[in-house]
Structure formats: C-alpha cells, structure tokens
C-alpha cells in the first residue's frame, strides 16, 4: 500500500509515500540476515527515481557484510556483494558529486569486483558528475 501511494496524484502524499519506502527498504537492506531478502530490498531501492534513495545506496555500497542465503536447502553464510554492485551501479547512473565520491572511496574496496567497477565508471565518466545520466522514470 505505502508503494502504491509513491504514484498517488497528492505530491504530499507521493513525497511520504516514496519516503518510507526508502526508509523501510534501507532497513531491510541494511539490517536482514537474510541476504535474499536484503537483496530484493536492494532491488527496490535502485527503482525509486527520487535524489533521496542516493545516501541508502552509498550506504549499502560503503558496508560489506555476512548473512545468509538458502542453498539447496540450506542456510549458507555469504556476502552482500551483488547487493553492493546493484547500488554501485545505480549510483553511477544518479552520476551526482555525492556517488562519485563514495565510488572513488570503493577503488580501495575489499572485494575485487567493486574495485574492478568503481574505477571502471571512474574511467567512463572523468570530471565531475553533475546529475543523472538517465532520465528514465523508474518506480518502487
């Protein structure tokens, strides 16, 4: 119902509405031992096309941690390293100064993949980054 209410007509209601979505995603995301679930969190958050999603994705992408997944059955400790790339990736794409700063702090990233992307976008997008890239409206 609160995601529903992201599309309502009210811009008052639309503005609360996208708020607590971000706020109970960002928790989830941060918070779920449950790396599945935190995942999908993650996922939902990189969908919501408004500026203040962009401090919860840099900090998911600033705090790899441990959890669990269920494979074949079983609860199997991993790291949150697909959910860090998915908010990499979208913060490359919100292109503000704030994502370019917490992306220039992962080319010292424990994880090989985020250094790998990090300094990638830093190759792709030189200068300073001014705004999105991408004007495609994206929802929760």
């Known amino acids: 119902a609160i995601a529903e209410a992201m599309e309502d007509p009210d811009p008052l209601v639309r503005e609360l509405a996208t708020f607590t979505t971000i706020q109970l995603h960002r928790f989830r995301a941060m918070r779920f031992a449950d790396l599945d679930a935190a995942h999908q969190a993650v ?3 990189a969908r919501i096309n408004h500026p203040a999603v962009i401090p919860a994705l840099i900090e998911i992408v600033e705090k790899p941690r441990i ?3 269920q494979e074949e059955g079983q609860a199997v400790n991993k790291e949150n390293g697909p959910s860090r790339m998915i908010a990499l990736l979208r913060l490359v794409e919100w292109h503000t100064a704030e994502a370019q700063n917490a992306i220039r702090a992962l ?7 985020i250094v790998k992307a990090a300094k990638r976008a830093l190759e792709l997008f030189p200068g ?3 705004g999105p890239i991408k004007s495609a409206k994206r929802t929760g």
Request: hydrophobic fraction near 30%.
């Open 67 to 69: 959890g669990y997944v």
């Open 43 to 45: 996922q939902v958050l």
């Open 107 to 113: 080319t010292f990233d424990r994880d090989e993949h």
């Open 128 to 130: 300073p980054w001014t």
